[in-house]
């Protein structure tokens, strides 16, 4: 029952992913795109990697099927579509492109052993000492925690790539304020977001989750009041966009700043003193959280925030 189910996954998988690319409808091809996600998340768990599936789910499919959105929005009309009709060549050359994409990483994977010894059983040895019971976090917080912290550090950067290409950032729509249904799902849905994602963190330290997924749902929470023309206050005052820029930076910042300190002590980059990695694991975890949530939610606003008060100095000079 299984394999006809992994098999019918396969097939669907493969084909949303050639609708993505091939529908010239931009809006259809989204929704392809998110739903490809969904699917994705879906073979993830099938592959016994919850934590990748829970990441691809929320990132993947949700928030990154916001931006492309938001995008398509701003850009408006269908470029693939009218560039594909002006160059038919260009079709058939991303065709070969990907057919010969397609043999190179199936030879790879057909050239792969059929079984490895890895590394799993050294990590799990010294799971009671990595300040994780769970065997993903204690590898992304601990074992290879230099290589998380880089995976911070650009997000950091991305958020400051587009707020340097991009001077002031879309305003979203107040159209969805005042609708009774919209006011009364974002009450219900942003408070359980807050909650899951703070719930997220705490599971990770012993089961799926942690900081990326609890990050991804405050992200969302961030996208959500932004689509239904609700600004968080934090963008609303050169105040409140100081703390933003804190608070995107503070993933960055406190794990460079743990690295620097257990480095003082144990002489080695991010190798925490025994019997207190799980307090720093935690410590990092918390700021990577915020900072995930805040870069996803920067990211959707496509540049830099603007006040209010320019807001409406900029609708008045339009009207005028």
Wanted: some cysteine.
């Amino acid at each position: 029952m299984l394999a006809a189910f992994d098999i019918v996954l396969v097939m669907a998988t493969l084909w949303l992913g050639w609708k993505t690319v091939a529908d010239r409808d931009s809006f259809r091809a989204i929704v392809h795109f998110v739903a490809l996600g969904l699917l994705v998340a879906m073979a993830w768990v099938r592959l016994r990697a919850p934590d990748v599936a829970l990441a691809e789910a929320a990132v993947g499919a949700g928030l990154t099927g916001a931006l492309v959105l938001s995008t398509a929005a701003a850009v408006g009309g269908d470029g693939p579509a009218d560039v594909s009709g002006r160059r038919p060549g260009a079709r058939v050359l991303s065709a070969v492109a990907s057919a010969l994409v397609f043999v190179v990483l199936s030879h790879a994977l057909l050239a792969l052993p059929v079984s490895t010894p890895g590394l799993t059983a050294e990590a799990l040895v010294r799971l009671d000492v990595s300040g994780a019971d769970n065997p993903v976090t204690a590898v992304l917080l601990n074992y290879r925690g230099y290589d998380t912290l880089l995976e911070i550090a650009v997000l950091l950067i991305a958020v400051i790539a587009v707020w340097s290409i991009r001077g002031h950032g879309v305003r979203a729509s107040h159209g969805l304020v005042e609708a009774p249904l919209v006011s009364a799902l974002v009450r219900t849905v942003v408070p359980a977001l807050v909650i899951c994602a703070a719930y997220l963190l705490w599971k990770g330290a012993f089961a799926p989750g942690g900081a990326f997924q609890g990050g991804a749902l405050l992200g969302g929470a961030c996208v959500l009041l932004l689509a239904t023309g609700r600004t968080p206050p934090t963008l609303t005052s050169e105040y409140n966009k100081a703390l933003l820029r804190a608070g995107l930076a503070a993933g960055t910042s406190v794990f460079l700043g743990v690295a620097l300190f257990v480095m003082a002590q144990s002489g080695g980059l991010l190798e925490y003193p025994t019997g207190e990695a799980k307090v720093w694991i935690l410590i990092i975890e918390s700021a990577a959280t915020v900072s995930i949530g805040l870069t996803l939610g920067a990211l959707y606003i496509g540049g830099r925030p603007v006040r209010e008060q320019s807001l409406a100095s900029k609708d008045s000079d339009d009207g005028s």
